[in-house]
């Protein structure tokens, strides 16, 4: 045993020699007078962008080189957040990382990974709660240390479709959730044989983007307790949403349900014309705001209108508000040009010519407060409601930790049982959930 | 005097001999070397590295921490889809390997008996094998869409349609009809096996009085255990790693193990911990699927000698 424990130990001396060491280091920042001249640089921008939305971030980027002509910028395109994660391990030299979701921030932030951006911040004297609303603040941050700037966010709404609305006498969309539940059941077609001919709204959580709405806002869900353990067996709201998704799923029937979803595709249709609201097959859609640019590229036969999504009946007040979360804006730990890298950080998410760009190009929300009064984008009525729920102060994406996705997935494995049936005992099935969320964050 | 000289002139031959014979191990060891080089640092490091990284907590932006065996206890005492995966796996191990193998035997011994165009339905039956396993299990998944042509059959003639991928009843099942399809391989293994087998063996059967079955039964299957044997090993293996057509089926990375985690296999629950880079428990799991898949494979072949039959004895 004494021989397997030294041969281990001398692995560990090995393999630790060869990989990744770290985490942060608080050091004085160089920081790069704009107005000085300068040695060229250039900066290697990993992002997750291509085909169209690349070439819509070079010609932002371009603008960037006119501002800082001694800065050249070259895209390594198509990186998904692992290999960010993956590129710092092994310590290639890429100076800004632009990540397509915010689930490795905590990692980024509490081991060094992206720069905590605080000594730049400082140094140019900005004050982030002027320039960003505090949702986008908070996806970008982990314990108070923001390594990551938001870049464009996506807010999730509802899409209803007016005809169809219309037909069933409703004026306007629903504001409570018990509204809602009742147009849905109202704008429900059911075919001669009990299957769904048109659904009011699909309850199902892994239908298109529901998992989202199954995060909570809607209920004000509380994912941890102030000592950071997981509340979903604490905390009541958990129940009520369960109940509501129950309730729907009943009404329906779990199988028709999922032949219906089937029947329209699966969820390969929902990044394709044959997606369930723009066929007319659903009444109520919850999505983010892009669904709208899909509407119009697809050329779907549909009026729509859109809202914030309905909220709990005892939380009225939150009505307006929603998820929100998207691209993430760092400087790799390996980069060789800080200083500099920062310059397009800064440009990036700052700018607000360059953000509303992107934000019109890419069918996206703007993520400063000055770009949020884009006029081309807030005269659009169909877009105005997403810039809204960004900017409310109840919108905010589920509490991020160094476990990444895996409390998220756990609680979706567990609603896909629940909505089946296959959850006799509620309050025990959630406090098994809660445990295992705790358990989970311990690996992390 | 003489015998003194003699001795002295082969201690002289020896260390001749000794510079040669220790050249010519260099020269063996320099062919050899590309190998070597490839085994220490892509095989043997690796391996030494996930073991010691099994004994960690290791996020991969900060340096290893020690836990001892805590990710091993987590494993078995705390991670209730861990045994979940486990099932699942277990199922596809325990169900698919046999039926796959009992197919391509049938399909095999089918084939021996065409009479005209048999290179026509061998290559037939072995071109699906040819078609990547993503592609094949895209195939499936449009294939038994509650709404697809399965289904519209099933409907047609009056039988229950089932939801199929979508359905945690029918997701394995389906998934063990799609590794049907592409048993080419195997059943190319089978042909070669029972086009082996001595035709006076069957003679000397027939002699006997035996009817089909028990030909099949004393003379067709002992003549072929030895590549069933090797079916059954490899099939073991691929079973344990089953990865790409459940990840296909699920719906991609956003639906992993889905529906309803029934198709949260080993690989899956594994690959998914990595996204989390919870790399310490990736690897614990991965040695002990190791382990488990050694042992499996040491009792098949410790079992082997009670029901494998090698002509001329092994």
């Known amino acids: 045993m004494k021989r397997l424990l030294s041969v281990v130990a001398v692995l560990g001396v090995l393999a630790g020699a060869c990989t990744a060491g770290g985490g942060t280091t608080s050091s004085p920042v160089e920081t790069v007078n704009p107005s000085g001249s300068h040695t060229p640089v250039t900066l290697t921008v990993w992002d997750y962008f291509t085909e169209r939305e690349l070439k819509n971030l070079t010609d932002v980027l371009n603008r960037f080189n006119a501002q800082y002509p001694w800065i050249d910028v070259k895209i390594v395109p198509g990186k998904q957040p692992i290999d960010f994660v993956r590129g710092i391990n092994s310590g290639e030299t890429f100076d800004v990382g632009i990540d397509s979701e915010s689930t490795n921030v905590p990692l980024y932030c509490s081991t060094g990974g992206m720069l905590d951006l605080a000594p730049f911040i400082k140094a140019d004297g900005m004050d982030l709660g002027s320039v960003f609303p505090s949702a986008a603040l908070k996806y970008t941050s982990y314990q108070g240390v923001q390594c990551t700037f938001p870049l464009l966010t996506d807010a999730y709404g509802l899409y209803y479709n007016k005809d169809m609305l219309d037909a069933a006498g409703y004026t306007e969309p629903p504001k409570t959730l018990s509204e809602f539940t009742d147009m849905a059941k109202k704008l429900t077609v059911f075919d001669p044989d009990g299957s769904i001919k048109v659904a009011g709204f699909m309850p199902l959580s892994t239908f298109y983007e529901n998992t989202n709405l199954y995060n909570g806002n809607a209920w004000g869900t509380q994912w941890y307790t102030p000592e950071g353990k997981s509340a979903f067996a604490t905390d009541p709201a958990w129940k009520q949403l369960l109940q509501w998704n129950k309730d729907l799923v009943d009404f329906y029937g779990y199988d028709n349900l999922q032949r219906f979803y089937q029947q329209l595709g ?19 859609l919850y999505d983010g705001e892009w669904r709208g640019t899909f509407i119009r590229d697809d050329e779907a036969k549909i009026e729509f209108g859109t809202a914030p999504f309905p909220v709990a009946d005892d939380h009225s007040d939150w009505y307006g508000s929603g998820q929100v979360g998207g691209t993430v804006v760092g400087i790799s730990r390996t980069s060789e040009h800080p200083a500099e890298a920062w310059l397009l950080v800064k440009f990036l998410t700052t700018d607000t010519k360059a953000v509303e760009t992107l934000a019109e190009l890419l069918g996206n929300v703007p993520t400063t407060f000055d770009s949020l009064n884009d006029p081309k984008l807030s005269s659009d009525p169909q877009f105005k409601p997403f810039l809204d729920i960004f900017s409310n102060e109840h919108s905010y994406l589920l509490p991020l930790t160094p476990a990444g996705a895996a409390p998220a997935d756990l609680w979706a494995d567990f609603q896909g049982k629940w909505e089946a049936g296959k959850v006799s005992d509620l309050q025990g099935g959630l406090e098994q959930l809660a445990a295992a969320v705790d358990q989970q964050l311990q690996l992390g | 005097m003489a015998a003194g000289v003699s001795l002295a002139s082969r201690a002289a031959a020896v260390r001749r001999r000794r510079p040669r014979r220790v050249r010519y191990h260099l020269v063996v060891l320099l062919f050899m070397s590309p190998w070597i080089l490839g085994f220490l640092g892509f095989i043997l490091y690796p391996m030494l590295a996930s073991l010691y990284f099994s004994f960690t907590k290791y996020n991969l932006l900060q340096s290893p921490e020690w836990v001892g065996l805590f ?145 099949f039964r004393y003379v067709t299957l002992p003549m072929i255990s030895p590549v069933i044997f090797f079916s059954l090993v490899i099939g073991v293996i691929f079973g344990f790693q089953y990865f790409t057509q459940a990840y296909v089926a699920s719906g991609g990375q956003l639906h992993l193990g889905e529906p309803q985690g029934s198709l949260r296999f080993y690989a899956v629950w594994m690959y998914q911990q990595i996204q989390y880079t919870h790399m310490g428990y990736a690897a614990a799991m991965a040695w002990a699927l190791f382990l488990v898949v050694m042992a499996c494979t040491v009792v098949l072949t410790k079992t082997s000698g009670r029901w494998v039959h090698y002509q001329g004895g092994r």
């Open chain 1, 266 to 284: 699966g969820p390969n249709s929902e990044w394709s014309s044959a997606q369930a609201f723009e066929q007319g097959k659903v009444a109520m």
């Open chain 2, 71 to 215: 990710n091993y206890r987590f494993m078995l005492q705390h991670d209730s889809l861990f045994w979940q995966a486990v099932r699942n796996t277990v199922w596809i191990v325990l169900f698919g390997t046999p039926i796959q193998i009992a197919f391509a035997i049938a399909t095999a011994m089918v084939l021996t008996r065409v009479k005209s165009g048999s290179g026509f339905y061998r290559t037939l039956f072995f071109l699906p094998t040819m078609v990547p396993a993503v592609a094949a299990a895209l195939a499936f998944v449009f294939l038994l869409n509650p709404a697809g042509p399965v289904n519209t059959i099933l409907r047609f003639l009056h039988v229950p349609e089932p939801l199929w991928f979508a359905s945690p009843q029918w997701s394995k099942p389906a998934l063990v009809g799609l590794s049907l399809w592409g048993i080419g391989e195997t059943m190319i293994i089978f042909l070669a096996a029972l086009l082996d087998v001595p035709a006076q063996l069957y003679e000397a059967a027939d002699l006997e009085g035996a009817g089909p079955w028990q030909k």
